[in-house]
């Protein structure tokens, strides 16, 4: 298993430009998770989503747009980037269990808005 | 999101020391979560708890659910070099699907 796969790991963007973050899972993980991590931040959540077809906002959602038209894929997009956009993402997944959830990351994508 | 209170903030400690990082909310978790963080990596899962009171260990690390349900613990026993990294505290509400995520500690162990 490949777990939680990010694409790309590095990106350069000009303000205004449009972008998408692909995150895959193949661990059939229901939810799934887009963080962005700041310094001196945490991890802030973005979006996330409970299953296929489905998709809420988290902490910081302004700007920012997702999908999940499959189990195994979640899309976080930039419309109209900006430099406060600056960050590294990190998407996560997670299964159900009648105890709780626990998370498993990919290894971030590193994006820099000029 | 709540608020959750990591401390400290940084620590510099010598290689077989023993490290203690803990974590506070204004609010009930039912799960907390202790992550570590490599510098150029995601965060990766170390230990998970959920019942208040229980102690779970991994290696030489342990973890504490605090009885309040507001905070939790992480010990490292014998430090080693590769111990170095961002320490991470989440906690799950029972309203919300999400993790609400200190803002970490950051480790240094020098050989």
């Known amino acids: 298993n490949a777990g939680v796969t990010q694409t790309p790991k590095f990106r350069v963007l000009k303000t205004g430009q449009s972008m998408t973050l692909l995150c895959a899972q193949d661990m059939n993980h229901e939810y799934m998770y887009w963080y962005r991590q700041d310094p001196g931040m945490g991890l802030r959540l973005i979006h996330y989503s409970v299953g296929e077809g489905t998709t809420a906002k988290g902490e910081v959602p302004d700007g920012y747009n997702v999908s999940r038209l499959k189990k195994q894929n979640f899309l976080l997009g930039l419309e109209s980037a900006a430099p406060s956009q600056t960050s590294v993402y990190f998407c996560a997944s997670s299964p159900w269990t009648s105890q709780g959830e626990t998370q498993y990351f990919g290894p971030g994508t590193r994006l820099l808005v000029l | 999101g709540q608020q959750l209170n990591q401390s400290p903030q940084s620590m510099f400690i010598q290689e077989g020391e023993d490290v203690s990082m803990n974590c506070t909310s204004s609010s009930i978790f039912n799960t907390w979560l202790w992550y570590k963080q490599d510098p150029g990596e995601g965060p990766v899962l170390l230990i998970a708890?959920?019942?208040?009171?229980e102690l779970t260990s991994n290696g030489r690390l342990t973890a504490q659910f605090g009885i309040t349900r507001k905070d939790s613990f992480l010990n490292i026993s014998a430090s080693i070099p590769s111990d170095v990294g961002i320490y991470f505290c989440a906690g799950l509400s029972a309203s919300g699907y999400a993790l609400n995520f200190g803002k970490g500690t950051s480790l240094l162990v020098t050989p």
């Open positions: 708890l959920y019942k208040a009171g």
